[in-house]
């Protein structure tokens, strides 16, 4: 993996506010000294960690990539426990549990799929998380299957990583403060397929209050009880109508809700559909895609749309 030079810069470009660089600092633009991550390391452990107690447990032998999940959890007030095999993760599991899961696809003595499988009925409120190995990287249906959470494909940037370890702690805040629900942005999934829908929900969870219907006519219903949601993440080819009728219902409902509509396609685009999704550019997304994509499509969309923007 070549993820080393990004182990003390990674994701400083998200938000998170750099402190003032030192005259003697030849870091380029952007990044941070290593005194300076030092500094900020010690201020986040004494300031978030001992206060939250959150552990993530990472399952790989790569010391690389321990290093990084460790100051990434850091980072979002986490504390990283690293084991190198399935057999030390499961004796650290029989005396604790932690928030999530974080396991590479290939252990020295076992799957990580296969861990994950075994730990999902047993942890069913726990993140799980895999890493697919680059020998892996078509297995990453399955390891949804077996109960991941989320799914990372090696090598893959550091944000990627930065990305779930951000929606473990907010998944985290979400369980103790169940109050911050409220304040989540709602997101109106409409998808047929459970399984998809369940993937999709599971996924999204960590940013989004997530309402699935398996239909067009289900979700406009729960806009006229419930009220509008922020967002709407529909199937292009819906089971009870056009997917144009679907897009003009909405506003006929919620004025401006369509501008909020984002929509999946999959499968050969029938020249109709095709004018449809022309006229939407920048909202829909094709089948299929790595979570990371819709999460940063949806986000994108809800800043551009928001009132007042």
């Known amino acids: 993996?070549?993820?080393?030079?990004?182990?003390?810069?990674?994701?400083?470009?998200?938000?998170?506010t750099l402190p003032e660089k030192s005259a003697?600092?030849?870091?380029?633009?952007?990044?941070?000294?290593?005194?300076?991550?030092?500094?900020?390391?010690?201020?986040?452990?004494?300031?978030?960690l001992s206060s939250v107690g959150a552990v993530v447990l990472v399952v790989d032998g790569d010391p690389t990539l321990q290093a990084l999940i460790q100051k990434l959890c850091a980072m979002n007030g986490l504390l990283a426990r690293e084991v190198a095999d399935r057999a030390t993760a499961l004796q650290f599991l029989d005396i604790e549990t932690p928030t999530a899961v974080i396991c590479g696809?290939?252990?020295?003595?076992?799957?990580?799929?296969?861990?994950?499988?075994?730990?999902?009925p047993r942890l069913p409120s726990v993140i799980l998380v895999v890493l697919l190995a680059a020998e892996d990287g078509d297995r990453e249906l399955e390891a949804r299957d077996a109960g991941a959470d989320f799914v990372v494909a090696l090598p893959a940037?550091?944000?990627?990583?930065?990305?779930?370890?951000?929606?473990?702690?907010?998944?985290?805040?979400?369980?103790?403060?169940?109050?911050?629900?409220?304040?989540?942005?709602?997101?109106?999934?409409?998808?047929?397929?459970?399984?998809?829908?369940?993937v999709l929900r599971r996924g999204l969870a960590a940013s989004f209050a997530v309402t699935v219907t398996s239909t067009a006519g289900a979700a406009l219903d729960d806009i006229r009880s419930?009220?509008?949601?922020?967002?709407?993440l529909s199937e292009l080819r819906l089971p009870d109508m056009q997917v144009e009728q679907f897009h003009d219902r909405l506003d006929a409902i919620a004025p401006g809700l369509s501008a909020?509509?984002?929509?999946?396609?999959?499968?050969?685009?029938?020249?109709?559909?095709?004018?449809?999704?022309?006229?939407?550019?920048?909202?829909?997304?094709?089948?299929?895609?790595?979570?990371?994509?819709?999460?940063?499509?949806?986000?994108?969309?809800?800043?551009?749309?928001r009132p007042g923007n």
């Open 1 to 16: 993996m070549d993820l080393g030079a990004d182990l003390d810069n990674v994701g400083f470009h998200h938000g998170l």
């Open 24 to 48: 003697r600092c030849t870091c380029p633009p952007g990044q941070v000294c290593c005194a300076q991550w030092n500094d900020m390391k010690s201020e986040m452990a004494s300031a978030e």
């Open 105 to 120: 696809s290939r252990l020295g003595d076992g799957d990580g799929i296969d861990l994950v499988r075994e730990l999902r």
């Open 157 to 198: 940037a550091a944000d990627s990583v930065l990305d779930v370890v951000r929606s473990i702690a907010s998944r985290r805040r979400i369980r103790d403060m169940p109050a911050l629900l409220a304040m989540m942005p709602r997101l109106l999934l409409v998808e047929e397929d459970s399984w998809l829908a369940g």
């Open 226 to 232: 419930r009220g509008e949601p922020d967002l709407v």
């Open 260 to 305: 909020r509509a984002i929509y999946m396609t999959g499968g050969s685009v029938t020249d109709t559909l095709q004018s449809f999704l022309s006229s939407i550019p920048g909202r829909w997304i094709h089948k299929p895609f790595p979570m990371s994509s819709v999460r940063a499509l949806l986000a994108s969309v809800l800043e551009r749309e």
